[in-house]
């Protein structure tokens, strides 16, 4: 089955304990993205790959770290968590970039105490 | 820079219709698309419009003004599991940039 695999899918830590966020894809997916999720903000994009070893800033990437060394895994770093980090994030890939549908992971919810 | 503007709340009843509005700023275009969220779940691809126009998928059609910056999504026959958020979103460059969301109300 085609999809994007987010783990874990409920986290909670202390501020300044570093984790990481696990996102593969086996759809062969060129872009992958990360969003994080909050009330009346919308979807925000964090950090994105067009391919392997090639990964931008989005709009809201203070705080986070990403990486790309193979193409169907993208995971999302928070060296030193802080509470204004808690938020639902989402993990999306798609073919040829931007002008594909984007699908989506199962989101991971990340509470940072 | 790039915005997109669109109803935080919309409320229609069952079997009716119902348009979901989006604005969009931007520096360059590559098309709008639509994406639904139910709650507790992903968020899910419903359409893209890269050219003016309608485009028909079921009971969902999505609209485009390129002149007018502005696009809609069109929901027909509704159905109790349409209550849901809906996302406009456009690219900037290699980024996807989605609207605050609709939240769709269904009344019986």
């Known amino acids: 089955e085609a999809q994007v695999t987010q783990n874990p899918r409920y986290l909670i830590t202390v501020t300044g304990k570093k984790l990481t966020v696990t996102c593969s894809q086996n759809m062969n997916h060129e872009y992958m993205s990360w969003y994080r999720q909050d009330p009346g903000l919308g979807l925000r994009q964090i950090y994105y790959?067009?391919?392997?070893?090639?990964?931008d800033k989005g709009d809201v990437p203070e705080g986070y770290k990403v990486s790309r060394k193979e193409k169907r895994n993208f995971p999302l770093i928070l060296e030193s968590p802080s509470p204004n980090q808690t938020s639902l994030y989402f993990c999306?890939?798609?073919?040829?970039?931007?002008?594909?549908?984007?699908?989506f992971g199962n989101g991971t919810r990340l509470t940072v105490t | 820079g790039q915005s997109l503007e669109q109803p935080s709340e919309v409320t229609a009843v069952e079997g009716a219709i119902v348009q979901i509005n989006c604005t969009y700023q931007?520096?360059?275009?590559?098309?709008l698309s639509w994406y639904q969220q139910h709650d507790g779940g992903a968020p899910t691809f419903l359409s893209y419009?890269?050219?003016?126009g309608l485009e028909e998928t079921g009971r969902f059609s999505s609209f485009l003004s390129r002149s007018d910056s502005y696009g809609y999504l069109l929901l027909q026959e509704l159905q109790m599991k349409d209550s849901a958020s809906y996302f406009c979103a456009v690219r900037r460059d290699d980024k996807i940039i989605f609207g605050k969301g609709t939240r769709l109300h269904i009344l019986p």
């Open positions: 999306a890939s798609s073919f040829m970039g931007i002008n594909s549908p984007l699908h």
């Open positions: 790959s067009m391919n392997v070893e090639v990964t």
């Open positions: 419009n890269a050219l003016d």
């Open positions: 931007t520096s360059g275009f590559y098309g």
